[in-house]
């Protein structure tokens, strides 16, 4: 019987202890979204106000001139929130929505009004004039009316031009008119006050500079709305929107899910209730057609998804993914894929190099069903499906290549076959490319680790487990990229503040991927094995 060497017993041991961990990663990770999360009740099932925009369609869109909602269906929205909110708060009169106060009062709800305002005169002058007629007509249904909403933060509108839309509106009608905007603006240009009958100010703890984690999220409401009563003492301050997404990239510590927004939501509503503040939450439905602006979270603010559905009650536990186990099944189905690709053309009879390609394959699994349940909420479009699903495609051909070699070697074995010098040249430049995207635009873009953990996970137990004879020189290109996307993943750890879970994760797959190709690059430049002419 040969001997194993102490360096192959403890590269095997390594692969070994590598791989479960990446089975156990898929196990845990399914089961963590699938645990009903214990989470205080809120004060009611009632809630005071909720931004209603009725763009959850497939198509729908406010960007589209020419998009127009009938009134039945504005009806059909507003008698589904009538059951749960006193108040509904819009953006425009254009489109369909100045409908709305007529159609709210058959339901005993009030309108925060919106008159949409932006660079074009002309539209705005429109939206004023609509606006003031729809509220001398229905006075009785408007707790307010909003004259524009961010215009200042979009910088489309001076202060002064703004003040002067305002003032005309105010002496127009006969309801409370106010401006909407991010807090840090109304600190920014406190003159406004005088043009309005009570601030509204817009303050979201995930989208803030800095963002705020769920757990102190509420303490920095408060904390917000404390200081800008301080510098406008005396006036009636409204929060004009506040909420959470349930998904979407996560922000430093701020993670978007169904559970951090019930959190979120149920802790507001104890704080306003106690605190007697008037609120609008946003918003009532999931509006896909943000995602274009927003990415991913920004479609899913809804307290309702798209479809019209609770994504979560006011009180009991709450479930971030009822069809978890989908992730378990997943697994099972890369445990069958992988050990169907372990028969042909095998090259090992024992029965480690199976048990390799079943944890392999079930990782594999569960990894791929991650990135589609990613892609199922972020896609947009057949363009961006079909991107997806090529390079998860990819990712999958790539990890059988990989583990079948793995499982040789861990078999005592070996395979011939040599991998593609081209193919992992395309993962480094794909891996590198995003890199780039999350460093300089990264504010909206998802993580997209179930998809690079196949090609990064699998190159990193070849190289581990790769005898020095059986390297070879990286490219120029490999070892340029390789130090690249590691300078790029730690920008993007320090861009978090090295607050996300996500961020370190992004980091170690760029690892797995760059440390073999430098790791054998500095091993051959120092002459430690000889090349053979």
Same mark, same amino acid.
């Given at each position: 019987?040969?001997?194993?060497?102490?360096?192959?017993?403890?590269?095997?041991?390594?692969?070994?202890?590598?791989?479960?961990?990446?089975?156990?990663?898929?196990?845990?990770?399914?089961?963590?979204?699938g645990?009903p999360?214990?989470?205080?009740?809120?004060?009611?099932?009632?809630i005071?106000?909720?931004?209603?925009?009725?763009?959850?369609?497939?198509?729908?869109?406010?960007? /589209?001139? @020419?998009?127009?909602i009938?009134?039945?269906?504005?009806?059909?929205?507003?008698r589904?929130?009538? %059951?749960?909110?006193?108040?509904?708060?819009?953006?425009?009169?254009?489109q369909?929505l100045?409908?709305?106060p007529?159609?709210? =009062?058959?339901y005993?709800?009030?309108v925060?009004?919106g008159?949409?305002?932006?660079? /074009?005169?002309?539209?705005?002058?429109?939206?004023?004039?609509?606006?003031?007629?729809?509220?001398?007509?229905?006075?009785?249904?408007?707790?307010?009316?909003?004259?524009? @909403?961010?215009v200042?933060l979009?910088?489309?509108?001076s202060?002064?031009?703004l003040a002067g839309y305002?003032?005309?509106?105010r002496?127009?009608?006969?309801v409370?008119?106010?401006?909407a /905007?991010?807090?840090?603006?109304?600190?920014?240009?406190?003159?406004?006050?005088?043009?309005?009958?009570y601030?509204?100010?817009?303050?979201?703890?995930y989208?803030?500079d800095?963002?705020?984690?769920?757990?102190?999220?509420?303490?920095?409401?408060?904390t917000?709305?404390?200081?800008? *009563? %301080?510098?406008f003492?005396?006036?009636?301050?409204?929060?004009g929107e506040?909420?959470?997404?349930?998904?979407g990239r996560?922000?430093?510590?701020?993670?978007?899910?169904?559970v951090n927004?019930?959190?979120?939501?149920?802790g507001?509503?104890?704080?306003?209730?106690?605190?007697?503040?008037?609120?609008n939450?946003?918003?009532?439905?999931?509006?896909?057609w943000?995602?274009?602006?927003?990415?991913?979270a920004?479609?899913?603010?809804?307290?309702f998804?798209?479809?019209? =559905?609770?994504?979560?009650?006011?009180?009991g536990?709450?479930t971030?993914d009822? %069809?978890?186990?989908?992730?378990?099944?997943?697994?099972?189905?890369?445990a069958?894929v992988?050990?169907?690709?372990?028969?042909?053309?095998?090259?090992? *009879?024992?029965?480690?190099?199976?048990?390799a390609?079943?944890l392999?394959?079930?990782a594999s699994?569960?990894?791929?069903?991650?990135?589609?349940r990613q892609?199922?909420?972020?896609?947009?479009?057949l363009?961006?499906w079909t991107?997806?699903?090529?390079?998860?495609?990819?990712?999958?051909?790539t990890?059988?290549?990989?583990m079948?070699?793995?499982?040789?070697?861990?078999?005592g074995?070996s395979?011939?076959?040599?991998?593609? @010098?081209?193919l992992?040249?395309?993962?480094?430049?794909?891996?590198?490319?995003y890199?780039?995207?999350?460093?300089f635009d990264?504010?909206?873009? /998802?993580?997209?680790l179930?998809?690079f953990?196949?090609?990064?996970?699998?190159?990193?137990l070849?190289?581990?487990?790769s005898k020095?004879r059986d390297?070879?020189?990286?490219l120029?290109?490999?070892r340029?990229?390789?130090?690249v996307?590691?300078?790029?993943?730690?920008?993007?750890?320090? *861009?978090e503040?090295?607050?996300s879970?996500?961020?370190?994760?992004?980091?170690?797959?760029?690892?797995?991927?760059?440390?073999?190709v430098?790791s054998?690059w500095? *091993?051959l430049?120092?002459?430690r094995?000889?090349?053979p002419?």
């Open positions: 019987m040969t001997p194993v060497s102490p360096f192959r017993s403890r590269r095997h041991g390594g692969a070994w202890l590598l791989l479960l961990l990446l089975a156990l990663s898929g196990v845990y990770g399914w089961w963590s979204i645990r999360v214990a989470l205080p009740d809120a004060p009611s099932t009632r005071g106000c909720v931004s209603y925009a009725p763009f959850r369609e497939p198509g729908d869109s406010p960007l /589209d001139p @020419n998009a127009f009938s009134r039945q269906r504005i009806n059909a929205d507003l589904l929130l009538s %059951r749960r909110f006193d108040c509904v708060r819009t953006y425009s009169q254009g369909g100045s409908a709305v007529e159609i709210a =009062r058959r005993g709800m009030k925060l009004m008159i949409w305002l932006d660079r /074009d005169t002309k539209a705005n002058a429109r939206q004023i004039r609509q606006g003031i007629a729809v509220a001398r007509k229905y006075p009785e249904a408007l707790r307010g009316v909003v004259v524009g @909403n961010e200042l979009r910088g489309e509108l202060p002064a031009a305002l003032q005309r509106v002496a127009a009608v006969r409370p008119v106010t401006y /905007d991010v807090w840090e603006y109304w600190l920014r240009h406190p003159e406004l006050a005088a043009s309005v009958d601030i509204t100010i817009h303050i979201l703890p989208w803030e800095r963002p705020v984690s769920p757990a102190h999220a509420v303490d920095h409401v408060a917000v709305y404390a200081r800008v *009563q %301080r510098a003492p005396g006036r009636r301050i409204m929060i506040t909420g959470w997404p349930s998904e996560t922000r430093q510590a701020a993670s978007a899910s169904v927004e019930a959190r979120y939501v149920r507001f509503l104890r704080y306003a209730a106690t605190a007697d503040i008037p609120y939450l946003i918003e009532a439905f999931d509006q896909p943000k995602r274009a602006q927003e990415g991913t920004g479609g899913y603010w809804g307290i998804d798209a479809a019209g =559905r609770p994504k979560f009650a006011m009180q536990p709450v971030e009822f %069809r978890w186990w989908l992730g378990w099944l997943a697994g099972a189905c890369g069958a992988f050990g169907m690709a372990g028969i042909w053309r095998r090259r090992w *009879q024992a029965r480690r190099g199976w048990v390609l079943t392999a394959g079930f699994g569960c990894a791929l069903a991650w990135q589609w892609m199922w909420f972020a896609c947009r479009d363009w961006e991107l997806s699903v090529a390079v998860c495609a990819l990712a999958l051909g990890a059988l290549l990989l079948r070699k793995v499982a040789a070697q861990l078999a074995t395979l011939k076959a040599s991998l593609p @010098n081209w992992r040249l395309s993962w480094l430049f794909m891996l590198a490319y890199g780039l995207l999350l460093v990264g504010r909206y873009r /998802d993580y997209p179930g998809l953990a196949l090609p990064s996970a699998g190159y990193a070849v190289g581990w487990l020095q390297l070879r020189m990286p120029l290109e490999e340029f990229l390789a130090g996307l590691c300078v790029l993943a730690v920008i993007v750890v320090i *861009q503040a090295g607050l879970l996500t961020a370190w994760l992004w980091l170690l797959l760029n690892l797995g991927l760059a440390l073999p430098l054998g500095w *091993q430049r120092r002459g094995i000889l090349q002419q």
